[in-house]
Antibody, heavy 122, light 107 residues
């Protein structure tokens, strides 16, 4: 059974770097049919796509965050990671990792982690 | 970026009601349109992909249609477990974008 699990600090200071890891089990992270990505949701707000990574290391990012975000993948440990630099209070959100499946021809986010709340505060 | 606009933003309905939620894209997205359901404190769950295809395990009371810029999600007979927030999403072009959400609650 496919599972995704986010981990990382729940509290980050302003101007520092937010770092999260998503551990994938139940499927090969190196499968050619999937990308692996991040979505965030500020409290009481909607969903924002952050970006995605392929097993080759190829990435795509949301332009609104591109200057501050890095998504990387470690296929040997079946994990992928998110780094967001120079965070502010507006980066406070629940961060989800999600599998991007394009095997049907349309990209879908078909499996999600349970989410991790990251608060930016001094 | 392609903007996705849902209507209504909130909706009150009763068990057994038929409800329809609309999603409009600012540009044509063909059928690269997905629908998700999110319950409080939980991750979104994929309901519909490719504008009208039911995800495996999703009850057939959920249906959807549309192409281009206008899409609808219909729940034919609301069940107690259906009350949640629903999001549309386009994956036609980067960055992938979501609608603002439609909160469906019990009347």
């Amino acid at each position: 059974q496919l599972q995704l699990q986010e981990s990382g600090p729940g509290l980050v200071k302003p101007s520092e770097t937010l770092s999260l890891t998503c551990s994938v089990s139940g499927v090969s992270i190196s499968s050619s049919s999937y990308y692996w990505g991040w979505v965030r949701q500020p409290p009481r707000e909607g969903l924002e796509w952050i970006g995605r990574v392929y097993h080759s290391g190829s990435t795509s990012y949301n332009p609104s965050l591109k200057s501050r975000v890095t998504i990387s993948i470690d296929t040997s440990s079946s994990q992928f990671s998110l780094k967001l630099d120079f965070v502010t209070a507006s980066d406070t959100a629940v961060y989800y990792c999600a599998r991007h499946d394009y095997s049907s021809g349309v990209t879908t986010f078909d499996h999600w982690g349970q989410g991790i709340l990251v608060t930016v505060s001094s | 970026d392609i903007q996705m606009t849902q209507s209504p933003s909130s909706l009150s309905a009763s068990v057994g009601d038929r409800v329809t939620i609309t999603c409009r894209a600012s540009e044509r997205v063909s059928t690269y349109l997905n629908w998700y359901q999110q319950k409080p404190g939980k991750a979104p769950k994929l309901l519909i992909y490719d504008a009208s295809s039911l995800q495996s395990g999703v009850p057939p009371r959920f249906s959807a249609s549309g192409s281009g810029t206008d899409f609808t999600l219909t729940i034919s007979s609301l069940q107690p477990e259906d009350f949640a927030t629903f999001y549309c999403q386009q994956t036609y072009s980067y960055p992938f974008t979501f609608g603002q959400g439609t909160k469906l609650d019990i009347k």
